[in-house]
């Protein structure tokens, strides 16, 4: 097992994926003894962002933590989420401000 904790500085997910959670710690993220990464958007308005997989092959898991999203054609309100997988990519699309934590995991 592994404990850890952080703060992080809301700033780095402004419109942007913040790296939370890794398998080595890149980014300054905080480690886990898994094949996962785990990552935090705060997003503006009609902002689009896209996500890619930081390893060929895993999926994701996408949450609206806050807010309303669009992805991959399919609406997220507040507490909404979807699993995707075998895709290298996706775009997410904020309907209003929104929070969103992405898991990246294998799907295989």
Same mark, same amino acid.
């Given at each position: 097992?592994? *404990?850890?904790?952080?703060? @992080?500085a809301e700033e780095?997910?402004?419109?942007?994926?913040? /790296? $939370?959670?890794?398998? !080595?710690?890149?980014? =300054?993220? /905080?480690?886990?003894?898994? =094949?996962? @990464?785990?990552?935090?958007?705060? /997003?503006?308005?009609?902002?689009?962002?896209? *996500?890619?997989?930081?390893?060929?092959?895993?999926?994701?898991?996408? %949450?609206?933590?806050?807010?309303? %999203?669009?992805?991959?054609?399919?609406? /997220?309100k507040r507490r !909404?989420? %979807?699993? %995707?997988?075998?895709v290298d990519s $996706?775009?997410?699309?904020?309907?209003?401000?929104?929070?969103?934590?992405?898991?990246?995991?294998?799907?295989?």
């Amino acid at each position: 097992p592994r *404990y850890d904790q952080k703060k @992080f500085a809301e700033e780095g997910r402004k419109n942007n994926f913040q /790296l $939370v959670v890794s398998n !080595d710690g890149r980014n =300054d993220s /905080l480690m886990i003894h898994q =094949d996962a @990464f785990l990552s935090l958007v705060e /997003l503006d308005t009609d902002k689009n962002i896209t *996500y890619k997989n930081y390893k060929e092959g895993n999926g994701i898991f996408v %949450i609206a933590v806050e807010g309303e %999203i669009t992805i991959e054609g399919e609406n /997220l309100k507040r507490r !909404d989420a %979807i699993g %995707i997988s075998e895709v290298d990519s $996706v775009e997410i699309i904020a309907k209003g401000k929104a929070k969103v934590l992405v898991i990246e995991v294998p799907m295989r």
